[in-house]
């Protein structure tokens, strides 16, 4: 704390918030990085027909509010002591709205709604793609572009903004009125926060969020102009696209009393991988929360993917671009989440001494898919199933089953980056709610025969986006220096592996033939 001549010198902060899929958290840290208040509340979500997930875009905003109050609260300081405000949202949800009114036309989509799925079934079998596909490989084959190699390979997916976009402007008049009269803004959940914060003043997003709409060219990185005529999306709503790490503007004072610099726009699982301070490339790490989301950073080359694997801009601060590519398996949390609701156990801290209390899963397997699988078999009509069950298996079996099935996704996002990469994986780091499961971390360890280290902070996205709002402001150095305020919780070795170089040659004889039968599960559970 320095001093002034008029007395002290107020203690700075940053402010972030992380908008999840299931909840909205606000932490003030201090210069350590420690947490000095927090507030976190529900995402509502709204399902008003099966296969529909919305949000209320209001409710949202009314919350994110509400955690900043609480949270400065909770750390006992003054809202002009917040140096910054960085944001980290869920991707891909996004909403569209009246440019003069700032009123929504339709509720928030969600990025695991399904109302896009016929149309991008029925695109990816059409003769459109197959006719780009096959332009696309002989570009390739031409000019040895990687984009144009990604381009013959693309296909779409539920999980993009592209199709549920086109169902929304088919479906909502006033949308499409808005549009033709230029009228109209499209926005992911950090454009529409960004437009409230600063009362309608800016419409932007980052290269993070861009990446991970469907929409954008990574490779060119700005919206790609070929995808939005081929499909017919007006260009002209989507927001300027600016640096992850940029002074996007001041909060307006009437909202918290005090005029905020918001120095950074975040997508979460690029956020976690800011807050895990894996900067290096070959540096991954595992979020397991709703879903299960592995990143590797490939430095600053695109990664062009044939198993499914998404080619994500993990940030652009100043010159430097970052890229990702990421694994996705959407039904981690939502799979242990069902169980309890089904009282297969009252305390999720129980999950992992009732797995444990067990020799095995008494052949029981879990198949994790209520929202199709993802890479690297890319089926969104698979169904989740348990098989295998007799009259001898207990709660503990099928408990054991659901946390292996998490564990054995792990691997198989894993095993898929490996062949894909061509580049040495250097760590992993875990984080999100699920990593506090220590039995899904040993399994995990055991089954990719690597060292996987646990945070101490669970909430990585959180602390991502404030380490890039913190950095703007001069609050800290350099990344040297957030790398030295890191602590890792825990270190999981693999079992009876001195080895740590990723080979399989650890993996024990009983689980070979335990993923060997999974697999087989998963095989009878798709289309």
């Not at 696209?241 to 979460?268: C, K, R, W």
């Not at 040993?442 to 902070?457: E, G, I, M, N, P």
Request: charged share 20%; hydrophobic share 40%.
């Amino acid at each position: 704390m320095g001093s002034k001549r008029n007395g002290l010198k107020k203690e700075g902060f940053v402010l972030s918030v992380d908008v999840g899929t299931t909840t909205i958290r606000c932490h003030v840290y201090d210069k350590e990085a420690k947490i000095r208040g927090s507030c976190t509340t529900k995402v509502v979500l709204l399902y008003p027909e099966p296969g529909l997930v919305e949000m209320d875009p209001e409710e949202l905003w009314k919350g994110f509010v509400a955690v900043v109050k609480g949270a400065v609260q909770d750390a006992g300081v003054h809202m002009s002591q917040l140096l910054a405000l960085g944001i980290s949202t869920q991707r891909a949800t996004f909403t569209t709205w009246d440019r003069k009114t700032g009123v929504p036309f339709h509720n928030f989509i969600s990025w695991q709604d399904l109302r896009g799925a016929e149309l991008v079934g029925s695109w990816n079998r059409s003769c459109t793609m197959k006719t780009i596909h096959s332009a696309m490989k002989v570009l390739h084959l031409l000019s040895r572009h990687k984009r144009f190699l990604a381009a013959s390979l693309i296909v779409f997916s539920t999980q993009h903004v592209t199709f549920r976009l086109i169902w929304a402007l088919a479906n909502y008049k006033q949308l499409r009125q808005a549009v033709a009269e230029g009228n109209c803004y499209f926005g992911m959940i950090d454009t529409w926060l960004l437009y409230k914060l600063t009362k309608g003043l800016v419409h932007a997003t980052d290269y993070s969020n861009a990446s991970a709409t469907g929409i954008f060219d990574s490779y060119q990185m700005c919206w790609s102009g070929l995808l939005c005529s081929l499909v017919s999306l007006p260009v002209s709503i989507l927001p300027k696209v600016q640096n992850t790490g940029h002074h996007f503007g001041y909060t307006d004072p009437s909202i918290f009393g005090a005029s905020i610099p918001i120095m950074s726009v975040m997508a979460d699982q690029q956020a976690a991988m800011f807050g895990e301070c894996c900067f290096d490339v070959g540096d991954t790490k595992i979020t397991m929360g709703t879903g299960t989301f592995m990143d590797i950073n490939t430095g600053n080359k695109p990664h062009t993917s044939v198993a499914g694997l998404y080619p994500l801009v993990g940030w652009k601060i100043g010159s430097e671009v970052v890229y990702l590519a990421e694994g996705n398996a959407a039904d981690t949390g939502t799979a242990i989440k069902w169980a309890q609701e089904l009282e297969l156990f009252s305390d999720v801290r129980d999950t992992s001494a009732m797995a444990y209390s067990v020799a095995d899963s008494d052949g029981v397997c879990f198949v994790p898919s209520f929202s199709g699988l993802q890479a690297p078999l890319n089926d969104p009509g698979a169904c989740a199933s348990f098989m295998g069950l007799k009259p001898s298996t207990t709660k503990c079996h099928l408990v054991r089953a659901i946390l292996e099935s998490v564990a054995f996704r792990n691997k198989q996002l894993y095993e898929t980056m490996l062949k894909e990469m061509h580049i040495p994986i250097t760590k992993i780091r875990a984080d999100g709610g699920v990593c506090a499961n220590d039995f899904i971390m040993q399994l995990t360890a055991d089954l990719v025969c690597r060292k996987v280290t646990r945070s101490q902070h669970h909430e990585m996205s959180c602390l991502g986006a404030a380490f890039v709002a913190g950095l703007g402001v001069g609050f800290w150095r350099s990344r040297e220096e957030l790398k030295r305020l890191q602590s890792p919780d825990r270190v999981f070795l693999p079992k009876g592996a001195g080895r740590t170089d990723g080979g399989s040659g650890g993996l024990s004889g009983e689980y070979i033939a335990i993923l060997q039968s999974w697999e087989r599960a998963l095989r009878r559970c798709m289309n």
